[in-house]
């Protein structure tokens, strides 16, 4: 099927997946609402959150074999939009998998979590999918208010407010800065589609505007992926928001908005680079040594992982920066690594936390590999894969990172990422170390395993593992999907002896 | 000085002394009303632009339906009473004078470097064309109506939101 925008009626069908989440999302809203709302209902709303994602992978596998007329449209039918959807619903399918467990045992039993987490998902594939300024700030909004009222969701615990608070403050303070660039952007270039404005856009003389319309958005989307110094709300919002909803903010949120921070820097201003260049290297330089010595003295299991996920956002932007096509291939294939592995780390945190989160502490996983075997041997196959070492998913794609960023010419870049990852190795094997070395403080009793959850943590491991030992298909995949996206590549390699 | 000019000069500095006075009065009643005498101001002034319908929303939607909703709130949470000004100290008034200078800047280096006026009777062509509501009308239902339906699906999310957030019995 050919899609040609210029008939507007065409954009349902180039949308079909989001359309069938909406659907399905106020569907589920409205079963909810005429239900007696006890547990079981909001179990089935689960259930049936997920059949919704299923439906809209199937629309999503649909998708790929059409194609478009032209490439200006304001939704971008490309590999890049179709592999980073597909991203989306299955991140968002393991989070629903993990949420059966927490939501019962700590009585978030409002079938609206399902819901809103659908709604959110729309907002993210609307994000990384749209070729247009307008649609990816409302994308932007309506995945941000989603999880806002998610973050905050468990109304009886002050912390939980605290951090739904914190980041509905800051989120809203980061999506002006947004909103005030794009307007930039738009007033030098006159147009919001992103493919026009790359030709409208003058990298040689360059207007003011423009410049404090990139600067502006390198700061919003600063905000949105918590890369430092716009980093401070994230520890706080990830260790007060429910542990489920920390694994979407921290795996599927930072996806999303990198996404779009990719698709807007490398697609529209990808002839601009030497222009953002400085600005994004002294963020990733930042990004990824602040996070990583903080980590060190972390004694929270939760907040450790917080200041991880950041570190990981500098990573990210280091190929972000290489802006080749390697670069957003190891992307890509980084996003996948990185969503399984902190899920699956987030999974196991809710449930050795126990009733009321209350073990969070690192001295609580003393002596678990002899009490419960199974749950430290997968908690340590996340961290190591989050450290990076072989052979598991995270040492494959920071080594694909670490090639895209040599290959792009950057030296002291890649340096600093291998310096970090040696550092950050100290805190995920510290907690190993506890785990295997230390005698048991306090017995932990039986922790609740709940089937689905099970099942999430097979297969986030089975996807850490298999990535790390047999990556060249995904990253054949994630290759593929980037293939045209940006011309910029040769140019940069040219520009740099 | 023709009529236009005239009225022009008249409903700017309406606006602009009724911006002052909102952002310097102590009860939050009176900032508010204020408030709404710029906005009648704001919208003469798309009265003189001709874009009649602009100025018809522009007192519906916010000197209307949005500045009653700012009396609502105040008046429910008691707020008509006089506070003392938000910004203490010197330090931060220094502060808060760069940043206006700062905007002022940008408002001067804007209108330097904004491209020139497109002609008028192109917006006069099409307001014969298409009339005051579908020169608003069809690039949004039509170009824009993706953003449309979104906005429509934010809009319910945050109506959702807000009950999760807010209803009493959990």
């Not at chain 1, 247009?132 to 989603?146: N, Q, R, W, Y």
């Not at chain 1, 940069?492 to 002896?497: D, F, I, Q, S």
């Not at chain 2, 824009?144 to 934010?154: F, M």
Request: proline share 3%; net charge negative; charged share 15%.
């Amino acid at each position: 099927m050919q899609i040609d925008f210029s008939n507007h009626l065409d954009y349902l069908w180039a949308l079909l997946p989001e359309t069938v989440l909406t659907a399905g999302a106020v569907l589920l809203l409205m079963y909810d609402g005429f239900s007696r709302r006890e547990p079981t209902d909001s179990r089935a709303v689960g259930w049936g959150g997920l059949v919704v994602l299923a439906a809209a992978v199937v629309a999503n596998i649909w998708l790929m074999g059409v194609e478009e007329l032209g490439a200006t449209g304001m939704v971008a039918l490309d590999g890049y939009r179709i592999f980073t959807n597909f991203l989306f619903l299955g991140a968002a399918a393991l989070v629903i998998f993990i949420s059966f467990d927490y939501t019962s045992r700590e009585g978030l039993t409002q079938g609206e979590f399902y819901a809103l987490l659908l709604f959110a998902v729309v907002g993210m594939m609307l994000l990384a999918g749209s070729r247009d300024l307008i649609l990816i700030f409302l994308g932007f909004e309506l995945m941000s208010v989603a999880v806002y009222v998610l973050v905050g969701f468990n109304r009886r615990d002050p912390r939980s407010a605290e951090a739904a608070l914190k980041y509905f403050l800051l989120g809203a303070f980061s999506s002006a800065f947004l909103l005030y660039g794009m307007a930039m952007l738009y007033g030098a270039s006159g147009t919001t589609n992103l493919a026009e404005m790359r030709g409208l856009l003058d990298g040689a003389s360059l207007s003011l505007i423009a410049m404090a319309g990139l600067a502006l958005l390198v700061i919003g989307f600063g905000f949105k992926v918590s890369a430092v110094p716009f980093h401070v709300w994230t520890p706080d919002a990830y260790e007060g928001a429910p542990t489920p909803v920390t694994a979407f903010l921290a795996a599927a949120i930072k996806a999303s908005a990198f996404a779009a921070f990719i698709r807007i820097f490398v697609v529209a201003l990808g002839d601009l680079h030497e222009y953002w260049e400085r600005l994004i290297w002294v963020l990733a330089a930042l990004t990824m040594i602040v996070p990583n010595l903080i980590a060190l003295v972390q004694d929270n299991i939760k907040r450790l992982l917080a200041y991880s996920s950041i570190a990981h956002a500098g990573y990210l932007l280091v190929a972000l920066i290489a802006a080749n096509e390697s670069g957003m291939a190891s992307f890509l294939f980084y996003l996948v690594a990185y969503t399984a592995m902190i899920v699956g780390a987030f999974a196991v945190v809710l449930v050795l936390a126990g009733k009321g989160d209350e073990r969070q502490r690192l001295s609580d996983y003393a002596g678990l590999g002899w009490t419960h075997p199974w749950a430290a041997a997968v908690l340590s196959i996340f961290l190591v894969s989050l450290a990076g070492l072989p052979p598991t998913a995270g040492f494959v794609g920071k080594f694909y990172i670490l090639r895209a960023a040599v290959e792009a010419g950057y030296i002291i870049l890649p340096v600093i990422l291998v310096v970090t990852t040696l550092i950050s190795y100290w805190y995920y094997l510290r907690v190993i170390v506890a785990m295997y070395m230390k005698p048991s403080v306090a017995d932990m009793g039986r922790v609740a395993w709940g089937g689905a959850l099970r099942v999430a943590l097979v297969v986030c491991a089975a996807i850490t593992i298999y990535l790390g030992i047999l990556p060249s298909w995904p990253l054949l995949k994630a290759r593929q999907s980037v293939e045209g996206l940006a011309p910029v590549a040769e140019q940069v390699a040219e520009a740099r002896p | 000085m023709d009529i236009s000019q005239l009225v022009f000069y008249t409903f700017a500095g309406l606006a602009v002394a009724s911006s002052v006075l909102m952002i310097t009065r102590r009860n939050p009643v009176y900032s508010v009303m204020y408030l709404v005498l710029t906005l009648f101001s704001v919208a003469a002034i798309f009265v003189l632009l001709e874009a009649h319908f602009l100025a018809a929303l522009q007192v519906v939607v916010y000197a209307g339906a949005i500045l009653v909703l700012f009396l609502f709130v105040i008046m429910l949470l008691n707020l008509g009473h006089e506070f003392d000004p938000d910004i203490r100290g010197k330090f931060w008034w220094v502060v808060g004078f760069g940043l206006g200078l700062v905007l002022f800047a940008e408002l001067f280096v804007l209108a330097r470097s904004v491209p020139e006026a497109p002609e008028s009777d192109l917006l006069a062509r099409l307001l014969a064309d298409q009339g005051a509501v579908g020169m608003v009308a069809e690039p949004l239902f039509e170009n824009y109506v993706i953003a449309v339906e979104v906005t429509g699906v934010l809009l319910l999310v945050a109506m959702v939101g807000s009950v999760v957030i807010a209803k009493r019995k959990v």
